[in-house]
């Protein structure tokens, strides 16, 4: 598998600008999406289908540790890719395991400081702002110029 088999062009462009940890973890998120689909419809009963599993977990590591690299994820960018021919099972489920550890804590880092940027506001603000987002929402739901990317992801930021 590709990077344009794990993320579309427009994924991409809508991924945060100002955000390097968010940015990876939902390119990631997708990415595993992706992936499981793809290995989902693959036939592991032949060494055909080994081979396309085999290639699509490397392509997965691949476009993972390039998208470490860009954003500058450590210990991730830093993460050798492996020669095709030295790909295995066990190369594999060790990426998985060391990228699930690294995600969990750029997850946990990212609620960290959502929590600390937070406010305490009345039970009246609240309300105005449940308004607000509910009008938000529907104007957004309504919006016939964006994207289906772009409404999907408007709207789960305002969730």
Sequence with gaps: M???DFITQEEIDDLPD???QAAFTTFVRI???RLGERTNQI?????????????ARHGFMNVVVAA???YEIEPLSSLPIPRLDEFNENAHRQFRADLDHYLTQLLL???????RDSVL???ELK?????????????????KSLSETKRSELLRQLE
Excluded: M, Y
Aim: with cysteine.
């Design 2 to 4: 590709l990077i344009f």
């Design 18 to 20: 100002d955000d390097p």
């Design 31 to 33: 990415a595993q999406r």
């Design 43 to 55: 036939d592991t009963d032949n060494s055909d289908g080994w081979a396309a599993l085999s290639d």
């Design 68 to 70: 470490a690299k860009k």
């Design 109 to 115: 880092d990212n609620s960290s400081r959502a929590k």
């Design 121 to 123: 506001v009345s039970v």
């Design 127 to 143: 309300k105005t702002i449940r308004v607000c987002l509910h009008e938000l929402r529907d104007a957004t739901a309504k919006d």
